[in-house]
């Protein structure tokens, strides 16, 4: 039992000194990580990882998919070296957000079709795919005149998703898509980016400020699951209204404590549903990872914190070429993660966010590290400590 017990320490040990590295020692090249993630994603997604995925979530398959083909797109943009196998994959990843499997959850009669969440993340992809290889932007530009109709035709600025259904994340990932292909071919898309601005303004949550969650049937209050993916692309559109936001966001969801993020604002609380995931403490998990990506978008040491943290709770498991959080059980969870850690602005830098965090709110996460080790060799020490014969 004593060797058991001693043998039990030095996994601890080593499990505090790990924890401890991943927390304040320098942070790994996030391409190398990324890559490592995106073929074990490749791997599971060959496997049918994302048609299980749909069964834990409407989008599951949707964003298994595009988030894989997003990555590779950032991976590339940081290290050329990665070009020709990320557009292969990329595409790839676009063939399967518009095959059968792709679009079943939508409706096609919708304007424009399957829906603004199917079209306009679809159409970033696209995008994307085009700031590395130009052999496709005719079909780009048909698809995001396609969109930019629907919005011109539009009284709100927010389109549907689902029949009945609008939430202004998905309409905002739209009309970012719009802005990058003004960025990379002939522009078209000024008025009905400038014309949705203006909707937007006049339909902010009266609460915080800030885009609401959900548009129809009826406006809700602004909730982070939604607001961190609205942050990550509101720079692609308009850098000073972003900037506005994201401060908002800030103020009103980033937790001093963890670092984390709350789903509902500061002073108000919820239940967890099927997008923000079970709550703790009042922090969606989810949305943490995903501001993640936002706060490298908005050039804030926030992002770094909560990447660290990640790398703390998701326990992740490197091999030679994979690398995996929770064991892999939730790859969706790893698409996250990657697309996050290696998130890249198309609209170039952004003018630094000031960030209140300082060095110390690391040392919560470092006691939880070291407990288990402390708890079990406290008592040892403190016996042998009593034992010992006096001189």
Request: proline residues 8%; neutral net charge; charged residues 20%.
């Amino acid at each position: 039992m004593k060797a058991l017990r001693w043998g039990l320490i030095v996994v601890t040990v080593l499990a505090g000194l790990t924890g401890t590295w991943r927390l304040a020692g320098p942070r790994p090249d996030p391409v190398g990580g990324a890559v490592k993630q995106l073929h074990f994603l490749r791997a599971t997604i060959d496997d049918g990882a994302d048609h299980e995925s749909q069964a834990l979530f409407p989008e599951g398959y949707f964003f298994l998919n595009v988030l894989y083909g997003l990555t590779w797109v950032q991976v590339a943009t940081s290290d050329p070296e990665y070009e020709a196998e990320a557009v292969r994959e990329a595409r790839w990843a676009l063939d399967r957000l518009r095959s059968t499997d792709g679009t079943a959850p939508f409706e096609h009669r919708l304007d424009p079709p399957y829906g603004i969440f199917h079209a306009g993340w679809t159409n970033w992809l696209r995008g994307a795919i085009g700031t590395l290889d130009n052999s496709a932007l005719n079909e780009y530009t048909q698809s995001s005149i396609e969109i930019a109709k629907a919005f011109d035709a539009a009284a709100s600025p927010y389109l549907m998703a689902y029949p009945g259904q609008a939430w202004p994340v998905d309409s905002t990932v739209a009309i970012a898509s719009l802005a990058l292909h003004d960025r990379i071919t002939t522009p078209h898309f000024t008025q009905t980016r400038g014309r949705w601005l203006e909707l937007v303004h006049q339909r902010l949550d009266p609460g915080t400020g800030l885009m609401p969650h959900q548009a129809e049937p009826g406006p809700t209050g602004a909730r982070a699951t939604s607001q961190s993916i609205v942050q990550r692309f509101l720079p692609e559109i308009d850098r000073e209204f972003a900037r506005s936001q994201y401060q908002l966001f800030r103020d009103k969801f980033v937790t001093t404590y963890g670092p984390g993020v709350r789903e509902y604002p500061k002073g108000l609380s919820g239940s967890g549903d099927v997008d923000s995931g079970p709550l703790v403490l009042g922090v969606s998990l989810s949305a943490t990872v995903v501001t993640a990506g936002a706060a490298r978008i908005h050039n804030d040491p926030l992002g770094d914190a909560l990447l660290r943290v990640g790398e703390v709770l998701g326990a992740p498991l490197t091999g030679l070429t994979t690398k995996r959080y929770a064991f892999g059980l939730i790859p969706v969870g790893d698409a996250f993660v990657a697309w996050s850690a290696t998130a890249t602005s198309t609209n170039g830098p952004t003018t630094p966010t000031a960030s209140p965090l300082t060095w110390w709110w690391r040392l919560p996460w470092l006691l939880l590290c070291w407990l288990p080790a402390l708890l079990l060799a406290g008592p040892l020490l403190i016996r042998k400590r009593h034992t010992r014969p006096r001189q």
